[in-house]
């Protein structure tokens, strides 16, 4: 524990996130909409004024967790003024004590996006500037997609998979997986050896200077956890991610002291005060707040801003399906302290029961052109959401 | 971080708790149910050989989070040997890691009760002996109830209603309320001074020999806390519970440190790692897993045995309303290093409908005598719910 590293965080996340000059007059939230078609949910805000903001909700958690959104956030943000979207999520957040976790953020989550859509939509401007300032108008994508082929296929028929992808968006980074990734430390790989080989095969196949980074999803036991990160030493990877179970901090610590390769993590973390100990004790290099399980951009901002403060570096998480992709440009697009590589699982806009989100964006086609995608331009979220396959989602009971 | 103290606290956690020596037979878990009416839920579990085993749900929090007992926990159990109990929470429990937080431990406490109600029934022995050895057939209770009155209505006032429960239950010791309870170490009380007012009023009323504690939830900074408890100090208070926030795990050692009174917390903590901490650094000398919050009573136990290691006492939380009083006395009955008092919120066995949970106790009245409430005798939980009131809820669609 370091107190003054402590006091400069504390500063850092005092200063207000939303660039309430925006918007002169006050945008009073006059309804809060939950839509469900089956496993699928969609939320939409109105202003009194008239001013919308649709957004889509995570692919597989927003079915575990959604009551807590009919019953609790809609009557908290019910005619509050969203220009007090920190002081609303700040409250929100921390004082409902019983509901926290990542199935809670990832209901404030998307109701945040879509206030973030309508606000963009008021100011004329993308949700990302409506937070930042355009730090990156170019996102590189690293591939974290095919979790369970890297780990369930023959080594050579994932990274065959995988560098099918690379060819398509022209990547420039890749992450691998190793261990089972059962979070229970449990040191048992899917067949003796397996991710050994797959290191050393994927370090043969796309060459000495590709960047490689690889995923343990809290495979490990503290002594697994070296003795594997050695290998990944001596394969130069670019980091090593969570090679024991999430919440196990004083343990990840003391893989990252015996580590001379950086080390990635923390996107199971759902409490501010959890990121201020992960930038403060420099847990990881790079700190990767999930957009959705972390509850929002907002938050995510005053991640980045104390790991900006900490001389970190952030790569924020984002689930593969849905329009997770759209959320991860518009904040890394205003995130201090960027990583080079972002998460990017593909344009794969499938909603859980299967159908494509019928999307079109409003400024310019979303594409990986060399591994890099440009931010997105039109207001709000920047996407127009079919209203037909709107239409197809009613109001949803608790 | 304490390596050794850490070291014998992984050697605790790798005991066995239920006592699988009771059940020869595998017990097949046939069928697993989630009733419902309204904002009201229960559980029952059914073997292949035709045991039942039915527990209430969570006064307030079953109706946030219920879609994932559907989707996520009724498939897992459904089919599974309840022999294997240890093994099945911990799976469940540590490697879904995004559905983790006290939401989903509610809905995985409310069916692990029903499954010790029916092996317990299978046993005919009360839930408790299943999984410990009866250590404290007498329960002696605290007065935890009335929180909001506390904090809101005028200290006279709202002593003068817990000085009714006292007469009512004679219990021997009261805990009272600090600051806001708002979680967000605001520092801001209802009133200024007033819980001062409170502290120093009650321990005029209950006099110098009357065991009082008292809750902050979250209301205080480091500092204020400090300053609060010297004022406890002062007035001889048997334990200071939360007055941090929370998480606040660092915070909350620095308060204790400054404490010469003993610190109570931990209701909120969902991870058996968080408590593994909480235990090995002393950060609490009372620890208080809540036995919904915390996903049950197996995993309470394996609190209760870390605590016994590291010399410190466990007073298990529970939520007033539902069958709340009868989970904790199984509990504490079995319970090693328990505390000399055990938080009670009187015998309110409405459901959040307003209905009074018709319950039959199968081994004597729930009555406190002195301050004092027998363990529960009948087998499984010891009660007989009302099948026709068990008939007014249905099957839980998600």
């Known amino acids: 524990m370091n107190?003054?590293?402590?006091?400069i965080l504390d500063r850092v996340l005092?200063?207000?996130?939303?660039?309430?000059?925006?918007?002169?007059?006050?945008v009073v939230i006059e309804s809060v909409e939950l839509l469900r078609d089956r496993k699928s949910f969609i939320c939409r805000v109105r202003s009194s004024d008239g001013a919308e903001g649709v957004s889509i909700g995570h692919p597989f958690i927003s079915l575990e967790s959604y009551p807590v959104f009919v019953n609790a956030l809609i009557p908290f943000f019910t005619g509050k003024d969203a220009r007090d979207l920190d002081a609303l999520l700040h409250e929100v957040a921390e004082s409902q004590v019983k509901k926290q976790g990542v199935p809670f953020c990832v209901q404030l989550a998307t109701l945040e996006f879509a206030i973030l859509d309508m606000l963009g939509n008021i100011a004329e401007k993308p949700a990302g500037l409506v937070i930042g300032d355009l730090l990156n108008p170019e996102v590189d994508?690293?591939?974290g997609h095919l979790l369970p082929q890297l780990r369930n296929l023959e080594p050579e028929v994932s990274l065959g998979m995988m560098d099918e992808s690379r060819i398509e968006t022209q990547a420039k980074a890749i992450k691998l997986r190793a261990g089972r990734g059962d979070n229970l430390a449990s040191d048992i790989d899917n067949a003796p050896g397996r991710t050994e080989k797959l290191i050393r095969m994927a370090r043969e196949k796309f060459g000495d200077d590709y960047v490689l980074m690889i995923d343990g999803n809290g495979s490990y036991s503290v002594d697994e956890a070296?003795?594997?990160?050695?290998i990944l030493e001596e394969?130069?990877?670019y980091w090593y991610e969570e090679p024991v179970p999430w919440d196990w901090y004083e343990e990840q610590k003391i893989v990252e002291q015996a580590m001379n390769i950086p080390m990635a993590g923390g996107e199971e973390e759902f409490g501010m005060h959890g990121f201020r100990y992960l930038a403060g004790n420099e847990v990881f290099q790079f700190l990767q707040p999930d957009i959705f399980y972390f509850g929002g951009m907002v938050r995510t901002m005053k991640v980045a801003r104390m790991v900006e403060a900490a001389g970190l570096q952030i790569s924020p998480h984002i689930s593969g399906g849905g329009l997770?992709?759209?959320?991860?440009?518009?904040?890394?697009?205003?995130?201090?302290?960027?990583a080079e590589y972002h998460e990017f699982k593909m344009f794969s806009t499938k909603d859980p029961n299967?159908?494509?989100?019928?999307?079109?964006?409003?400024g310019g086609p979303f594409e990986s052109v060399g591994g890099t995608i440009r931010a997105p331009k039109g207001s709000g979220l920047g996407?127009?959401?079919?209203?037909?396959?709107?239409?197809?989602?009613t109001t949803c009971a608790n």
């Open 324 to 338: 997770g992709f759209l959320y991860m440009l518009h904040m890394v697009s205003v995130c201090p302290a960027a």
């Open 235 to 237: 394969h130069n990877f």
């Open 383 to 393: 996407v127009i959401i079919d209203p037909d396959y709107i239409k197809t989602h």
């Open 3 to 7: 107190p003054e590293q402590y006091e």
């Open 141 to 143: 994508i690293y591939l």
């Open 14 to 26: 005092e200063q207000p996130v939303l660039k309430r000059y925006l918007f002169p007059d006050p």
């Open 354 to 362: 299967g159908t494509i989100i019928p999307v079109e964006s409003k």
């Open 226 to 230: 070296i003795r594997i990160g050695k």
